[in-house]
T-cell receptor
Framework: EAGVTQFPSHSVIEKGQTVTLRCDPISGHDNLYWYRRVMGKEIKFLLHFVKESKQDESGMPNNRFLAERTGGTYSTLKVQPAELEDSGVYFC????????????????FGPGTRLTVL | KQEVTQIPAALSVPEGENLVLNCSFTDSAIYNLQWFRQDPGKGLTSLLLIQSSQREQTSGRLNASLDKSSGRSTLYIAASQPGDSATYLC????????????FGKGTMLLVSP
């Protein structure tokens, strides 16, 4: 079974440009999460989809970040326009949605996209 | 606001040693706690997940314990090997169950042959 995949693995852009990151979750996983780690800091939550709906987007830094998950499959995270402080590693994770006692269980992470804004 | 702290930040040991990594969290009302491993340039690999009602979980040479009331978890690695070298991350999910993971900064482990 394929794990969580992310594209691209690396991206180097100039300040003011636009970048779109893609995440393909594990097939059948309804929950999809975006996280970010900037240098020297801990990994921080950005947002959470349940299928195509945004369950929680409290971690999105500002309105330059736009996440979508059309059809409830893969997700994209667009940064427009990119700023220097957006540099970091962007991780995507997915988990299986189950009803009952353990609705939000173990999260499986992708390899991340390393974004460098010059 | 939940905060997660991991001590030590870095650890270097010779092969064969048993070691303990520490994780503490400020809000004890957690849903579960997860230990991850990250290799350079790679994603996070889940090692162990402990539900709030559990005291410990074991997988091979790894044992994770949870003391929710004191806000602490430990990851015990027995008979360490060079292949264990990686960054180990602790993350908690808050008690609401709807929130996502709050991470510590990690412990960078180096096991030398």
């Amino acid at each position: 079974e394929a794990g969580v995949t992310q594209f691209p693995s690396h991206s180097v852009i100039e300040k003011g440009q636009t970048v779109t990151l893609r995440c393909d979750p594990i097939s059948g996983h309804d929950n999809l999460y975006w996280y970010r780690r900037v240098m020297g800091k801990e990994i921080k939550f950005l947002l959470h989809f349940v299928k195509e709906s945004k369950q929680d987007e409290s971690g999105m830094p500002n309105n330059r970040f736009l996440a979508e998950r059309t059809g409830g499959t893969y997700s994209t995270l667009k940064v427009q326009p990119a700023e220097l402080e957006d540099s970091g590693v962007y991780f995507c994770a997915s988990s299986h949605f189950t009803s009952g006692q353990l609705p939000y269980n173990e999260q499986f992470f992708g390899p991340g996209t390393r974004l460098t804004v010059l | 606001k939940q905060e997660v702290t991991q001590i030590p930040a870095a650890l270097s040991v010779p092969e064969g040693e048993n070691l303990v990594l520490n994780c503490s969290f400020t809000d004890s009302a957690i849903y579960n706690l997860q230990w991850f491993r990250q290799d350079p340039g790679k994603g996070l690999t889940s090692l162990l997940l402990i539900q709030s009602s559990q005291r410990e979980q074991t997988s091979g040479r790894l044992n994770a314990s949870l003391d929710k009331s004191s806000g602490r978890s430990t990851l015990y690695i027995a008979a360490s090997q060079p292949g264990d070298s990686a960054t180990y991350l602790c993350a908690v999910r808050d008690g609401s169950g709807y929130s996502t993971l709050t991470f510590g900064k990690g412990t960078m482990l180096l096991v030398s042959p």
